[in-house]
């Protein structure tokens, strides 16, 4: 268990507002991940983080930011929000030199 | 792209039975891993396997890593309801980039029913 908490846990907003959601790590594992889960799509990744300020790209990344200013944040942010992200967000977390990765609970978005 | 097959997608067996899920991919894997899901929650990992032909074992379930790297199966030997979940499979992959990712399979809905 990394202790990895999201918030908010769940988020009702409305198209074109901005969003951010927030993953906080208390185990100082070095690379943090964004995932969606979206029916018949499984678990799609967002962005990744490898350390401090670097960041990069996955599968999904489009209409997404991140940030990580401290090792223990990592921050997505949705700059308009539109109905196709409509969905559950969740955080992971990973040693550096160990596959496994650690989720968090997820946030359950939902954009009107 | 990096894709893994499970199935079935959906199973509803009596409690008691065993149960087979499979992961298959054409893509030879660093390592397999495999997340037990409730609603709700997030993903909870329940093992990893690294070596071809590794066999894990975990209570009544068996997990299996193929010869070729490319492929696993989970077994769940006299099912309980609280078995009741979503699993999902997982293939870790060396990236080119700053971080070894996971391409995750779709999962297998798994109900026990009483």
């Known amino acids: 268990d990394a202790g990895i908490t999201q918030s908010p846990r769940h988020k009702v907003t409305e198209t074109g507002t901005p969003v951010t959601l927030r993953c906080h790590q208390t185990e100082n594992h070095r690379y943090m991940y964004w995932y969606r889960q979206d029916p018949g799509h499984g678990l799609r990744l967002i962005h990744y983080s490898y350390g401090v300020k670097d960041t990069d790209k996955g599968e999904v990344s489009d209409g997404y930011s991140v940030s990580r200013s401290k090792t223990e944040d990592f921050l997505l942010t949705l700059e308009s929000a539109t109905s196709s992200q409509t969905s559950v967000y969740f955080c992971?977390?990973?040693?550096?030199?160990?596959?496994?990765?650690?989720f968090g609970p997820g946030t359950r978005l939902t954009v009107t | 792209t990096q894709l893994l097959e499970q199935s079935p997608q959906f199973l509803s067996i009596q409690e008691g039975e065993n149960l087979t899920v499979y992961c298959n991919s054409s893509s030879v894997f660093s390592s397999l891993q495999w997340y037990r899901q409730e609603p709700g929650e997030g993903p909870v990992l329940l093992v990893t396997?690294?070596?071809?032909?590794e066999v894990k074992k975990l209570k009544r379930l068996t997990f299996q890593f193929g010869d070729a790297r490319k492929d696993s199966s989970l077994h769940i030997t006299a099912a309980q309801t609280g078995d009741t979940g979503l699993y999902l499979c997982?293939?870790?992959?060396?990236?080119?980039?700053?971080?070894?990712?996971?391409?995750f399979g779709k999962g297998t809905h798994l109900i026990i029913q009483p």
């Open positions: 396997v690294v070596t071809g032909g």
């Open positions: 997982a293939g870790g992959y060396k990236s080119g980039g700053g971080a070894d990712g996971l391409t």
């Open positions: 992971a977390t990973r040693v550096s030199g160990l596959p496994e990765q650690y």
